[in-house]
């Protein structure tokens, strides 16, 4: 069926009528939105169309959304996405559908007109229905403001209210947030279903309470409103953004969780921190042990979808962006070998340094671009490097105030097939080591 104002059933053929046999085979060569507009005819129909065989569905939600805000999905083995769009009316539905050729011609993106205002009424009865006949679990809520408007605080609210009290969510698993501005702030204080992964876009915001928990934290810049009491209250089991924590800040993130009192689902933490990470001061009272980078060598895995994400933003940290530097995207990648087990990615983890819970956990602390390799590959001299300076100062009676670190790069042969110059490469090779010694990642075994 296309995506257009047309209705079904325009001739009244008399299908109820039909035997039962007749009826099933019509029913299966329906696609998702001949059944859902066949269900909105009468009780009768919508008994039957829930009832009828049909494809197994995912549903994305995205109330803010100017084109679409409700989203069905078929399953990875047959992959279409059925986008329901809440439109006043068949005029304005074609004079949009007719002047933009993408929703026009997307080929796994099918579009379909549901005449309503575009208000909390409509929505949450547009998702009741849908989820009455074709029961799929609400996998990802995304809101987003867009380009051209900006939230109302309290249509946000009563979007929050109705999730907050819709019985079929009780956790989300998949949460995106890219709202600007004050609303930002109405959203995280009113939020309160638990979430799998967040994922946030938000430049300015400020400090605010939360009341939900997140089990994986994955976003690039959180400086602005990430602070220890939203951290405790998400209590992650992973997290990956950047902060505005300093090296004082991260000692007492780590008695807290020495002593038990917080972050007791810790897995993996991986924050770039306001400064540049001085042992001594982060470690101060924690009697952690240094463990040898050379010998000593752990496995850890992730789930792969969060490992892409933190692999891209720390292999292209801001300072390239902005200063140009080359540095082409295979060579980004080609350091990742994507070593699986059940479906996770398995990486080593090379010394550190060990610090015990009062339950006798333990967790480890360092670098992950000087410490982490791929699973049973090699260290590199960068690594070996960094290692013999972080124990020189860990085993020196001074604190760990050194200078700046002046990195002495050494271009391997080949240089130039993936960088415009020497120079360049030099250039990227700093910045990356330097954002290296900003970054504190933490495992818990």
Known sequence: MSSSSTHLNQTRIPLLRFPQVVRN?????WDIFEIYQFSTLSKVTKSISKNMKKPKTEMSLRPLGKYHQVTLARDETNWKQWRFSLCLSSEVWDKFFNENEYYRLSPSN?????????????????VEHLQDVFAPKIEQIRFVDGLSRQVDEEELKSYLHWFNGYEKLSKLPELFVSIQGPAFKVFLE???????????EAENSELCTVDFKVDHLRRSDCVKWLDFNVLRRFDCVEASTDTNFSNEDMNLFLKDWKEGRSYNRAYWIDFI????VK?????EGLDAELRDLRTVRRTFSRDFVLLIYSCSEFLLPAEIKKNNLNFPFQQRVSSLNFRFNDNRQVWD?????????????VATVGHCYFQVTDQNEPLKPHMLDEYDRVL????????DDEEEIEDVIVVPDGVLDDFESEQNYIDYEKQHRKRGRY???????
């Open 349 to 361: 983890y090379h010394g550190g340094f060990d610090i015990k819970r009062i339950d006798g956990k």
């Open 439 to 445: 970054e504190f990642m933490m495992i818990v075994w």
């Open 279 to 283: 042992w001594k001061k982060i470690l």
């Open 190 to 200: 009113n939020w309160k279903v638990d979430v799998g992964i967040m994922d946030v």
């Open 25 to 29: 085979e019509v029913f299966a060569n």
């Open 392 to 399: 020189r100062v860990w085993n020196s009676e001074d604190n």
């Open 273 to 276: 921190i306001s400064e540049r």
């Open 110 to 126: 099918v579009y379909h007109p549901v005449f309503a205002r575009s208000s909390i009424e409509s929505f949450g009865t547009l």
